[in-house]
């Protein structure tokens, strides 16, 4: 199906330890995005990148790096993780001239 | 940066009554956008309105740009069980290049 694809949709880490959530659209979409999601906190975007090979920091970047390796592809690493990081992470896309996002269906991560 | 109000944070309601949420901002804006989030799942976009004093309309949903484009609501018409789940407004910031979504209003209905 047609969408936004998220791996992995879970993952627990202890503090220290880094990891790569990946993100893939097929939809042929320019930009795409990154936010953590916690409670009480609504969406906050960490990264997005307009077109392939742009990235640009959102509102809560620190901790984070992104790589747009294609115009299909928008990783988010996490160097060190930290128990303040245990969030659920989700990766959007947009196409030319819209500014509607569509999500994937989420990275639960869990930092001890 | 750019923030957007959205009230109430929760909203409990039994099964056939409404519920509206607002979503308020200190600068006028060039459009709004409307998500779904259930429990567990991920925002789906509902709606997008541009024009100062749009009204739509999606069966019981109804979507409301105020006048000066600084506001927006959403109100649903006689809650069903469906209708469970966060819903969010989110406007454009960054020289339109990016969405600041509001905290959300989840709400709960009851039979």
């Known amino acids: 199906n047609a969408g936004v694809t998220q791996t992995p949709k879970f993952q627990v880490l202890k503090t220290g330890q880094s990891m790569t959530l990946q993100c893939a659209q097929d939809?042929?979409?320019?930009?795409m995005y990154w936010y953590r999601q916690d409670p009480g906190m609504g969406l906050r975007l960490i990264y997005y990148s307009a077109s392939e090979g742009t990235t640009d920091k959102g509102e809560v970047p620190n901790g984070y790096n992104v790589s747009r390796l294609n115009k299909r592809e928008f990783s988010l690493r996490l160097e060190s993780a930290a128990p303040s990081q245990t969030s659920v992470y989700f990766c959007?896309?947009?196409?030319?001239?819209?500014?509607?996002?569509?999500f994937g269906n989420g990275t639960r991560l869990t930092v001890t | 940066g750019q923030q957007v109000m959205q009230i109430p944070q929760y909203q409990h309601v039994q099964e056939g009554e409404d519920f509206t949420t607002y979503c308020n901002s200190s600068?006028?804006?060039?459009?709004i956008q409307w998500y779904k989030q259930r429990p567990g799942g991920h925002p789906v976009f509902l709606i997008q309105l541009v024009k100062s004093g749009e009204v739509k309309k999606q069966k019981r949903l109804t979507f409301q740009f105020g006048e000066a484009k600084k506001n927006s609501s959403l109100h649903i018409t006689a809650t069903q069980t469906t209708d469970v789940g966060t819903y969010f407004c989110?406007?454009?910031?960054?020289?339109?290049?990016?969405?600041?979504f509001g905290t959300g209003t989840q709400l709960k209905v009851e039979l």
């Open positions: 989110a406007v454009l910031t960054g020289g339109g290049n990016k969405l600041t």
């Open positions: 939809m042929n979409h320019n930009s």
């Open positions: 600068t006028t804006l060039s459009n």
């Open positions: 959007a896309s947009s196409g030319t001239g819209s500014s509607t996002e569509i």
